[in-house]
Every structure is written in C-alpha cells, then in structure tokens.
C-alpha cells in the first residue's frame, strides 16, 4: 500500500540547535501536509505543500517539497522548548485521504 | 463553536461491549474524517465523509468498526463486540472545502479495552 516514511523516530537536542525531520514516499504525492502534536494533545496543521520544488518558511521553521514530490522536510532553526512535540508529516495521493507518518518526537535539553 | 469536540473523552470499556463516539465538527465544514491513533504512532485513516455521505470506508479495520454522519453534521463511530486491539485514541477531524485541505482536529476519544 501507500506510505510515508518518516525518520528519525525521536530527536533529542541542546535549546538553541537545529532540528530536521524528513518524509519520504515510495510514489508521488499530490501534496504534503506537516502537523505537530504536544504530548497529550491532538495534531495541530502547520503547513500544506502542493508544488514540486516547493519552500515555505514560518518563522524559525521551513518546510520543503522535492522536486519529485516524494519527499519533504522540515527544518527548525535555533529550537526552544516550546517547539517539544511530535511533527508528522502527512501526504496525499490524490485523493482526500491522508497517509500520516510514523513521526519524529522532539525532546529538548534545556 | 470553536473547535472539533469529541466525546466522551475516555472510555473505558469490557471486551465485547460496543461503543459509540461522537464527534461535532466544526459548523460549515463540509469534509469529516476518523483516525486510530496507536500510543507512539502516527493516526491511520479509519473513513471520510463529504457532508452526509460515505465515501471512503478503506481504513476500517473490520466489520465490526462503522461510521454515519445522517444529516452532514455530527458524526458517530461505533465499534461492536470490542477487542483488546481497538484500545487507541479515536482522532475526529474536519475540513471546510472538498479538495484535500487543511484538517482541525478534535481532542481525542481515549479507548480502552480490558
């Protein structure tokens, strides 16, 4: 079946470190949603990329699309702790169904 | 109201009792989906719905796992004869346009099946 690959599973770094996080699709994907979720809370939509190529940044975070839409990542710049949580990606193909990642759990050492 | 409610919030329940959750989207949002989320997993697509009708079952585990939604409002997933493997957080989410768009997610039902 269709699926997304999320790596790494966890991420443990020093407040002030970047952090990335990568999604990959054996086959192409219409687009590609990234969601966060806190510990103890439900997923939360960050961003939604559709074109090949694609990068769109929100604040300390950047998001991107590659060329051949079967990938994507997401980098943070300089981390605090309130960026401590899970992010998923989540991609479709082609239909309004979404294929979530397994996730990368954020940790930050303060 | 202001967000995707789900309720209850916990359930607890003996294996083999069904089970109903609700879910109240957001007003206007014409999409609806239901997700199992497994403890240190990313939510699996379980079914959508376009206003009141049914259009992607695909995810549903088994027969004994079933989805309405009769007026394209709330939403009730119930789950006949539980077994331990349905515990999991039931995720509801809506979306207010057709096409894949971002999703609001509810709080979550917390299953549990002893």
């Known amino acids: 079946g269709q699926q997304v690959m999320q790596i790494p599973q966890y991420q443990h770094v020093q407040e002030g470190e970047d952090f990335t996080t990568y999604c990959n699709s054996s086959?192409?994907?219409?687009?590609i949603q990234w969601y966060k979720q806190r510990p103890g809370g439900h997923p939360v939509f960050l961003i939604q990329?559709?074109?090949?190529?694609e990068v769109k940044k929100q604040k300390r975070l950047t998001f991107q699309f590659g060329e051949a839409k079967k990938n994507s990542s997401l980098h943070i710049t300089a981390t605090q702790t309130t960026d401590v949580g899970t992010y998923f990606c989540?991609?479709?193909?082609?239909?309004?169904?979404?294929?979530f990642g397994t996730g990368t759990r954020l940790t930050i050492i303060p | 109201g202001a967000g995707v409610s789900q309720s209850p919030r916990y359930k607890v329940a003996k294996r083999g009792q069904d089970v109903a959750l609700r879910c109240d989207p957001i007003?206007?949002?014409?999409?609806l989906f239901w997700y199992q989320q497994a403890l240190g997993q990313g939510p699996e697509f379980l079914t959508y719905?376009?206003?009141?009708?049914?259009?992607?079952k695909s995810g549903l585990p088994s027969d004994r796992f079933f989805a309405e939604r009769p007026e394209g409002s709330v939403s009730t997933l119930k789950i006949q004869r539980t077994q331990q493997e349905d515990s999991a957080v039931y995720l509801c989410a809506s979306s207010l346009e057709v096409a894949s768009y971002e999703q609001y997610f509810g709080p979550g039902t917390r299953l549990t099946v002893t």
């Open positions: 719905f376009q206003n009141e009708a049914q259009l992607d």
């Open positions: 989540a991609g479709s193909f082609g239909n309004e169904k979404l294929t």
């Open positions: 086959t192409t994907l219409s687009n």
């Open positions: 990329l559709v074109k090949s190529g």
């Open positions: 007003s206007g949002h014409v999409s």
